[in-house]
């Protein structure tokens, strides 16, 4: 049995092919859809559903969108990005550039048809589309932030069942923007009121994952200790005077 923080250290994307011949297991799925069933979520709302696909046809007709790249994606993209892997050890934020096609990474540059290398969806053996009723908010959750942060909470736990049982997950939110979420609304009946905000890809990796350095801040980064500005720093105990 691993240990909870082992498994959330090695969780990870999985931006690469996976096995078309190598489908997941039914159990596995039903383990998967298990952690997200016990996220918690604002008031309990489980404000969503699942749309399961892996009958290959609708696969390769979800393949087949065009998925451009905005303008806006391309330089907001843009600021997240390394060039180098020591810029990235040492920001210890954001995505190395060399990751992306060139269209993903540099501003002005004219998309081209590489600007749609990266998802191969056709050959993963399963797809899940996670939608929610933007209709329904949290109690008096402005833009239903709380909802929004429920969806966080569950796309972590099934990323974190998938990852344990050696399933690879990648998250493809570019479903969930227009033109791409009217196609694959009408492709899969998905009600025209629901929203899709995030879908991703099963299965196991054709080859290991590529190596890249996984960063994140020092805990010391992020945190304050009493008051905002105060660096927070290990104490033998919290909540008293030792
Ligand atoms: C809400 C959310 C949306 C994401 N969307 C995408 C995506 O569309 N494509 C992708 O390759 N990764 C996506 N990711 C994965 C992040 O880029 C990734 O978790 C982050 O770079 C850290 O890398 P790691 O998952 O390998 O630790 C998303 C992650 C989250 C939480």
Redesign the pocket.
Same mark, same amino acid.
């Given at each position: 049995m691993q240990g909870v923080l082992d498994i959330i250290r090695k @969780?990870? *994307?999985a931006?690469i092919p996976f096995d078309s011949e190598r489908p997941v297991a039914k159990e596995d799925l039903r383990q998967i859809l298990e952690a997200g069933r016990w996220a918690p979520t604002a008031h309990n709302m489980q404000n969503f559903q699942i749309i399961i696909v892996d009958d290959k046809k609708v696969l390769g007709a979800i393949g087949r969108i065009k998925f451009t790249v905005s303008e806006t994606f391309v330089r907001e993209n843009y600021q997240q990005l390394s060039f180098s892997e020591e810029e990235l050890l040492r920001k210890k934020v &954001?995505?190395l550039g060399t !990751?992306f096609p060139p269209a993903w990474r540099t501003p002005g540059y004219k998309p081209d048809k590489d600007a749609d290398s @990266?998802r191969p969806i056709q050959t993963s053996p399963v797809m899940l589309i996670v939608v929610y009723d933007p209709n329904r908010r949290a109690p008096a959750s402005e833009g239903d932030f709380l909802g929004i942060v429920s969806l &966080?909470c569950i !796309?972590?736990n099934m990323?974190l069942m998938a990852n344990s049982l050696g399933i690879g997950f990648? =998250? =493809? *939110?570019?479903i969930g923007t227009d033109p791409v979420a009217k196609e694959i609304k009408s492709i899969l009946n998905i009600p025209d009121h629901l929203k899709i905000?995030?879908a991703f890809r099963l299965g196991y990796p054709v080859s290991p994952p590529a190596k890249?350095p @996984?960063v994140r801040r020092d805990i010391e980064g992020f945190t304050h200790h009493n008051r905002f500005g105060n660096r927070y720093k290990d104490v033998k105990y919290l909540g008293s005077d030792l």
């Open positions: @969780r990870q *994307s931006r &954001g995505i !990751m @990266r &966080g !796309m972590e990323w990648h =998250v =493809v *939110s570019a905000p995030f890249y @996984r």
